[in-house]
T-cell receptor, first 114, second 114 residues
């Protein structure tokens, strides 16, 4: 199993450009998440999905959109990138929400917006 | 809102010394607590998950304790090695949250000197 993979690993954008980050998992997990990690702030949830065809906002959703057309994929879109979106983006998934269910993380996408 | 704090932000120890990493959280109504390891430029690797009904979990040289009533968890790493150098993050899942997310601390960056 590849686990959770993310594409691309690095990207540099100019202000106003758009892009899509792809997350894929091969563990048949229902729940998927997009977090961003900024220095000194830990990880913050952007959007999440509790199953194919569903999406919901997390704590910092502004400027981002997501789609979950297939169970194994979760896409994060930036329609008009801003320097404040310079960050490291992590995708995660879990197969349930019981007390013993772990979240599994991808390797991250490092995004710089100039 | 759940707030998770990790102090200190950075720690440097000589090889062989035991490591003690602290995590505190403001809302004791948690489902579980997870400790992660993050190497520079990499994703998060789950180390230990402690359910709210448990007091501790052990894996090899790692031992994590949980005192839910006081809102604290401690990660102990015995006989530290240079390969233990990384950032360690704790995360909690709280009861009553609708977004299924984990609340993360900002992490403790550990350097083990050879």
């Amino acid at each position: 199993n590849a686990g959770v993979t993310q594409t691309p690993k690095f990207r540099v954008l100019k202000t106003g450009q758009s892009m899509t980050l792809l997350c894929a998992q091969d563990m048949n997990h229902e729940y998927m998440y997009w977090y961003r990690q900024d220095p000194g702030m830990g990880l913050r949830l952007i959007h999440y999905s509790v199953g194919e065809g569903t999406t919901a906002k997390g704590e910092v959703p502004d400027g981002y959109n997501v789609s979950r057309l297939k169970k194994q994929n979760f896409l994060l879109g930036l329609e008009s990138a801003a320097p404040s979106q310079t960050s490291v983006y992590f995708c995660a998934s879990t197969d349930g929400w019981g007390p013993n269910n772990e979240q599994f993380f991808g390797p991250g996408t490092r995004l710089t917006v100039l | 809102k759940q707030e998770v704090t990790q102090i200190p932000a950075a720690l440097s120890v000589p090889e062989g010394e035991n490591l003690v990493l602290n995590c505190s959280f403001t809302d004791s109504a948690i489902y579980n607590l997870q400790w992660f390891r993050q190497d520079p430029g990499k994703g998060l690797t789950s180390l230990l998950l402690i359910q709210s009904s448990q007091r501790e979990q052990t894996s090899g040289r790692l031992n994590a304790s949980l005192d839910k009533s006081s809102g604290r968890s401690t990660l102990y790493i015995a006989a530290s090695q240079p390969g233990d150098s990384a950032t360690y993050l704790c995360a909690v899942r709280s009861y009553g949250s609708n977004d299924y997310k984990l609340s993360f601390g900002a992490g403790t960056t550990v350097t083990v000197r050879a």
